[in-house]
């Protein structure tokens, strides 16, 4: 059989006129195969996987990327201090008289109506040496020696050397408290020289015409209203208090003392753009004092001034606590507000043409309304009906949202069991996020409650609304409705 393969093999003449034997084809097949080595193999493996790396790096890159936020339920928090201007009902009183001043009434301390807040000398210092002649014998007190260790003890409880700005303010502090020892001293020998016999007509003691709270400091922001206050004045850093105490001779008509006849009292706030809009309706509120723990109640009013927010909060108690202070930070708390927490940016808004309720049919085959739009037919001047059957989206009692592409601006709806007609024309809008719990973008209606800078919280449990764990688009300028999200 080989033999006649072979036979058969020789009577074969190759292209170029050689008898073809057939070993060479056969020479030529194990030859190739026989180069094939596990390197080989090897590498092309690793060719087919860096070709299937590259395929799906091409796909993931041209490939629509979708951020998910899944929405989170809990209260949004507020911890942002806002600065502010203490305004008060304030005024200062000037001396009618010129010579050598001394005080009676520590600084901060409310005064009675006729008490004696000061006196002038204008003997030529005469009497005001004769006051305080006696000034080296005065002794305290033990309840008053008491008070001033018990100040300074308090004092040293919390000094840890890590901060000393505190010790102006306690130096200041204690000799308000010996001031106050030494006028009641004073006062006593005044009442002394008086009915001694020894008083001048050039010796003067000056009654308050009015109960109020004495201070001994002013500045350039005393006797401003409320309504007067600029973001300028707020954010002006060279607003410094300045001392009327004076050392001895005073002039008239020079101011003598600052008084406060009531403990109603308003701070001013510089706030943003937010905190106006989310508080327009808003007219209780609480607030912080300068980082305080303790709860000061007040009404608020919005006041808007060019490009700039001012909050005024009206209060009525511890005006006296912040007689000395223009300049406070503030800190409002609010209550609970619970809802679903979404981000700012997932946040868009959607037109809808609003139509009345009142122009919706009953349809009872239907078991719901229908909108019922006319036909004119130019050739007949018949009027027809086209029945449409619409979800209404949103209401807010009166009007009915429906989508856009339902009906087109210009058509008439009418309810022909009330005659009412209507003209679609009226676009309004709702805030809402995309939803993507279906694969595809839907847009969803929200109710915002509150707002901070990258977080707002919206009402939970809304008809047709956001629940908790939902999944919706980060990004709302990214996103189209009704596309698929792949």
Not at 198 to 203: K, T
Request: hydrophobic share 35%.
């Amino acid at each position: 059989m080989r033999r006649d393969r072979d036979q058969e093999n020789d009577n074969i003449v190759n292209i170029d006129g050689s008898r073809f034997t057939g070993t060479g084809r056969n020479k030529y097949s194990r030859g190739f195969l026989s180069k094939i080595t596990p390197e080989h193999i090897g590498a092309a493996v690793f060719l087919l996987v860096f070709i299937y790396l590259c395929i799906n790096l091409y796909i993931y890159a041209t490939k629509e990327q979708v951020s998910i936020y899944e929405v989170q339920g809990q209260n949004l928090s507020y911890d942002r201090s806002y600065p502010a201007v203490c305004i008060r009902d304030e005024q200062l009183v000037s001396s009618t008289y010129s010579g050598y001043v001394n005080y009676y009434i520590q600084n901060g301390r409310k005064c009675a109506k006729s008490s004696v807040v000061y006196s002038v000398d204008a003997s030529g210092n005469n009497v005001y040496s004769a006051l305080n002649s006696n000034f080296e014998d005065i002794s305290l007190s033990s309840d008053e020696i008491r008070k001033i260790k018990s100040d300074i003890s308090g004092v040293m409880k919390s000094y840890t050397g890590a901060d000393l700005s505190w010790t102006e303010s306690f130096k200041t502090s204690l000799v308000e408290t010996l001031y106050d020892y030494v006028s009641r001293n004073a006062l006593a020998e005044m009442d002394r020289l008086s009915s001694a016999g020894n008083s001048s007509s050039d010796f003067h003691s000056v009654r308050s015409d009015r109960s109020g709270v004495i201070s001994y400091t002013t500045d350039s922001l005393c006797g401003t209203a409320a309504d007067a206050v600029t973001a300028d004045m707020i954010k002006d850093s060279s607003v410094k208090p300045y001392s009327l105490r004076n050392a001895g001779l005073i002039s008239s008509g020079d101011a003598v003392y600052r008084i406060c006849d009531n403990e109603e009292w308003s701070i001013v706030a510089l706030v943003t753009e937010d905190f106006y809009v989310n508080n327009l309706e808003t007219r209780n509120v609480t607030v912080y004092i300068d980082g305080g723990l303790t709860p000061v109640k007040g009404q608020l009013k919005l006041l808007r001034k060019d490009q700039d927010y001012l909050a005024q909060i009206m209060l009525n108690e511890y005006m006296s606590a912040y007689m000395d202070t223009r300049f406070v930070s503030i800190e409002f708390d609010y209550e609970t507000e619970e809802g679903l927490k979404i981000p700012k940016t997932a946040i868009t808004q959607k037109g809808y043409y609003i139509v009345p309720l009142t122009v919706f049919s009953a349809d009872e085959a239907a078991g719901g309304y229908v909108l019922k739009r006319e036909i004119y037919d130019a050739s007949t001047g018949a009027v027809g009906y086209d029945d449409i059957y619409t979800r209404k989206y949103y209401s807010d009692g009166y009007y009915a949202y429906i989508d856009t592409n339902v009906v087109n601006e210009g058509d008439i709806l009418c309810n022909p069991d009330t005659g009412e007609r209507v003209k679609v024309a009226t676009v309004n809008f709702l805030d809402g996020v995309y939803c993507v719990n279906k694969g595809y973008y839907v847009f969803t209606r929200i109710e915002k409650l509150r707002s901070n800078d990258e977080y707002t919280i919206v009402k939970k449990n809304t008809k047709d609304g956001l629940r908790l764990y939902d999944h919706i688009a980060l990004n709302a300028a990214d996103a189209v409705e009704g596309k698929i999200i792949y």
